[in-house]
């Protein structure tokens, strides 16, 4: 089993920055990828970002490009969300994911389905 627990989440004017940690415990020595995903009232669930943890390649999605930045903390199980230049459309709750298989092609990595263990999310608000 895997624990995954969020932090960081919060209310933001539009520009401001937010930092998320997300941190594992458990059974996390065969992490394949850790991902950030997002979901908005009233909207589906969406791939924010994931990082394949053994090579630290990172995959976003480009509505956040240039403006997050996902980075790993391997001693520490944690991975990390930094957020800037937040726009009221970032409002959601952000879930971390972890996923436990290998991860071939980038479609993985966004595929909520190839995640084997979720945390509980952490709202974040950004304000207009």
């Known amino acids: 089993q895997v624990q995954l627990v969020e932090s960081g989440g919060g209310l933001v004017q539009a520009g401001g920055s937010l930092r998320l940690s997300c941190a594992a415990s458990?059974?996390?020595?065969?992490?394949?990828?850790m991902g950030w995903f997002r979901q908005a009232p009233g909207k589906e669930r969406e791939f924010v970002v994931a990082?394949?943890?053994?090579?630290?390649?990172?995959y976003y999605a480009d509505s956040v490009k240039g403006r997050f930045t996902c980075s790993r903390d391997n001693a520490k199980n944690t991975v990390y969300l930094q957020m800037n230049s937040l726009k009221p459309e970032d409002t959601a709750v952000y879930y971390c994911?972890?996923?436990?298989?290998?991860?071939?092609?980038?479609?993985?990595?966004?595929?909520?389905?190839?995640?084997?263990?979720w945390g509980q999310g952490t709202q974040v608000t950004v304000s207009s």
């Open positions: 994911a972890a996923g436990f298989r290998p991860y071939s092609s980038e479609s993985d990595y966004v595929n909520e389905r190839t995640y084997n263990y």
């Open positions: 458990g059974r996390t020595f065969t992490t394949y990828a």
């Open positions: 990082v394949s943890w053994s090579r630290g390649s990172t």
